[in-house]
């Protein structure tokens, strides 16, 4: 029999590769899912408010089941790495922060990750880098939660539910824009792109 995969394995596979961003996610939905005693969404029940789009980002879908699509993940470009986990049918909130102790880290790996930024490594380095890092993300998985995350209670003005709206054809590019996103030029509807590059014409 095929065993079922955990989520870590499932945020892996989503996201295509193992590194410390993924990790940190993981653990930060987890602990929000726990704290708002939640389920999975399989449609809108829970809400995530991502305060950035780094790779952390990849596990939180996997984990509580948010997604762009749904509308209850909503990204706020703050460029924190931090969530606030929403459960719409109780209320309950919370926001947790990413803080990790970069200090607990292998002296080797934040050696070989800052060449790595600056472009410096040679291909040896880079195999080493891979096998700390799989180390680290070991660490960060089983480290207590106190020592990752900083938890905060919140309270959150939900946004309402998704909605369907009707769309109008782009009277510039015909394409078709959702009705509350297009802009009106010369009374008529034009998508954002065609709206920004409208080019107004005076007449004599």
Known sequence: ???????????????????????????????GMDLIEAKRAPDEEVVVIAETDNCGVDAVQVVTGCTMGKGNLIFKDYGKNAYTFVCRDTGKAVRIVVTPNEQSF???FVTLRDRWRRG????????KMKKLQLKVVSDILQAPQDELLQVQESKVDLPDKARIFNSVPCARCGEMVMEPRARVRDGKFVCIPCSESYSSRISG
């Open 120 to 127: 410096e490594l040679t291909p040896e380095d880079q195999e």
């Open 106 to 108: 292998p002296e080797e």
């Open 1 to 31: 029999m095929c065993r079922e995969k955990t989520d870590w394995e499932k945020a892996m596979e989503f996201h295509g590769h193992v590194c410390l961003g993924l990790a940190f996610g993981y653990r930060a939905a987890k602990a």
